[in-house]
């Protein structure tokens, strides 16, 4: 008995074999180690940086990336996963996996480089920056937040879905005075304000509990008699005023003085916008709805955000001009409002008071006058 048990396993084991399943593959596809896209013309692309910026719609500081990472850049060309699934001869699911991948790849290799996390002497620097550039002391960043658009998850209900009809989530950011991105807060529900975004970030939480290692406060230039500020963050009325956190004075019938202050906190919020604006620009995938899942989407996001600071870093430092700030709000990029109520504290306002005090005395600009 034992050995017919044995010589029927035998068996069994010789007939899997040879009736192994065969997976047919199509000749063109048997040739993609020699005569694909990748191994044979994007090799030859490589050699020749012109072409091969004009062929993947890249410029010079990306090639740069490439090159040095080995990193393919779908991000820039806008093309769908199966376009691309077809000219490097995989499938649609594995192109899906690889962009996630690759975008993770990207975040992993730039973040520290070019958007480490700021010490309390990088804080100084930005209000440095923002006084010499944009006239406004103590500034430490413009806050500001978008809508990604993306196609409604599986399942996901309301969660997604944002007062404008579409699903999306929320893009956080803080910018700099050389409209670099130097925190960035993605994955937020659509349906989530500002405000809200900003509570649930891991940013607002160090905002709210005094651990971002912000300068201690400081006095404003010839201004010793208004006494030390507080450090502020500008944005809109989006978000809630707060002792570090400044937006404008709302409504209609303002006093001179009011105004002032609104227009030269505007013009150091306007960073931000123009910073989306660029963003808007350069990456094609925010010109629509983004068909991939959530975590993807995130990883792609972040990934654009570390190389918008790679290439405003390594192609020209010095340059200053972004596009317009109407030109952030694309068919995937959109604006976030406020939802709900915001009481500022009292201290919240006595600190925009003193702001509002100094840009119409000590702090003037002669292009805008105080009457």
């Given at each position: 008995m034992e050995d017919e048990v044995v010589a029927f396993g035998v068996a069994l084991l010789c007939l899997r074999r040879i009736c192994?399943?065969?997976?047919?593959?199509?000749?063109i596809l048997q040739a993609g180690?020699?005569?694909?896209?990748?191994?044979?013309?994007?090799?030859?692309?490589?050699?020749?940086d012109g072409r091969f910026q004009r062929y993947f719609r890249i410029g010079t500081s990306l090639t740069t990336c490439y090159q040095k990472w080995g990193l393919e850049i779908f991000l820039a060309t806008g093309d769908s996963y199966r376009t691309i699934a077809f000219?490097?001869?995989?499938?649609?699911?594995?192109?899906?996996?690889?962009?996630?991948?690759?975008?993770?790849?990207i975040w992993d290799a730039l973040v520290q480089e070019v958007m480490p996390v700021p010490t309390t002497e990088d804080w100084r620097t930005?209000?440095?920056?923002?006084?010499?550039?944009?006239?406004?002391?103590?500034?430490?960043?413009?806050?500001?937040?978008?809508?990604?658009v993306i196609k409604a998850p599986d399942n996901s209900g309301s969660l997604f879905f944002n007062y404008k009809g579409t699903y999306s989530v929320v893009l956080l950011v803080v910018v700099d005075a050389q409209y670099c991105f130097r925190v960035v807060d993605v994955g937020s529900y659509g349906r989530t304000s500002d405000g809200g975004a900003l509570a649930n970030s891991t940013f607002g939480q160090a905002l709210r509990d005094g651990t971002l290692?912000?300068?201690?406060?400081a006095l404003l230039p010839s201004?010793?008699?208004?006494?030390?500020?507080?450090h502020v963050f500008v944005a809109d009325e989006a978000f809630p005023?707060?002792?570090?956190?400044?937006?404008?004075?709302?409504?209609?019938?303002?006093?001179?003085?009011?105004?002032i202050f609104n227009y030269r906190l505007s013009q150091a919020r306007l960073i931000v916008e123009n910073t989306f604006g660029n963003l808007t620009a350069q990456w094609r995938m925010y010109r629509g709805v983004i068909e991939i899942s959530?975590?993807?989407?995130?990883?792609?996001?972040?990934?654009?955000?570390?190389?918008?600071?790679?290439?405003?870093?390594?192609?020209?430092?010095?340059?200053?001009?972004?596009?317009?700030?109407?030109?952030?709000?694309?068919?995937?990029?959109?604006?976030?409002?406020?939802?709900?109520?915001?009481?500022?504290?009292?201290?919240?306002?006595?600190?925009?008071?003193?702001?509002?005090?100094?840009?119409?005395?000590?702090?003037?600009?002669?292009?805008?006058?105080?009457?």
């Amino acid at each position: 008995m034992e050995d017919e048990v044995v010589a029927f396993g035998v068996a069994l084991l010789c007939l899997r074999r040879i009736c192994r399943r065969s997976v047919w593959v199509h000749d063109i596809l048997q040739a993609g180690q020699q005569l694909g896209e990748y191994h044979r013309l994007v090799q030859e692309l490589r050699l020749d940086d012109g072409r091969f910026q004009r062929y993947f719609r890249i410029g010079t500081s990306l090639t740069t990336c490439y090159q040095k990472w080995g990193l393919e850049i779908f991000l820039a060309t806008g093309d769908s996963y199966r376009t691309i699934a077809f000219s490097y001869h995989v499938g649609v699911s594995t192109m899906a996996g690889i962009v996630g991948e690759v975008a993770r790849a990207i975040w992993d290799a730039l973040v520290q480089e070019v958007m480490p996390v700021p010490t309390t002497e990088d804080w100084r620097t930005i209000a440095t920056d923002f006084l010499h550039r944009w006239n406004f002391p103590n500034c430490l960043g413009s806050i500001d937040g978008k809508h990604v658009v993306i196609k409604a998850p599986d399942n996901s209900g309301s969660l997604f879905f944002n007062y404008k009809g579409t699903y999306s989530v929320v893009l956080l950011v803080v910018v700099d005075a050389q409209y670099c991105f130097r925190v960035v807060d993605v994955g937020s529900y659509g349906r989530t304000s500002d405000g809200g975004a900003l509570a649930n970030s891991t940013f607002g939480q160090a905002l709210r509990d005094g651990t971002l290692g912000l300068p201690q406060d400081a006095l404003l230039p010839s201004a010793e008699h208004l006494g030390p500020q507080p450090h502020v963050f500008v944005a809109d009325e989006a978000f809630p005023l707060h002792r570090d956190l400044m937006w404008p004075f709302p409504g209609h019938n303002l006093s001179s003085r009011q105004r002032i202050f609104n227009y030269r906190l505007s013009q150091a919020r306007l960073i931000v916008e123009n910073t989306f604006g660029n963003l808007t620009a350069q990456w094609r995938m925010y010109r629509g709805v983004i068909e991939i899942s959530p975590a993807n989407v995130d990883a792609c996001v972040k990934a654009t955000c570390v190389l918008h600071n790679f290439l405003r870093r390594s192609t020209n430092s010095t340059r200053t001009s972004m596009p317009s700030a109407g030109d952030g709000e694309a068919a995937g990029l959109q604006e976030v409002t406020r939802v709900g109520s915001n009481n500022p504290t009292r201290e919240a306002i006595h600190v925009r008071e003193k702001l509002m005090t100094y840009f119409s005395t000590e702090g003037a600009v002669p292009w805008k006058p105080v009457a």
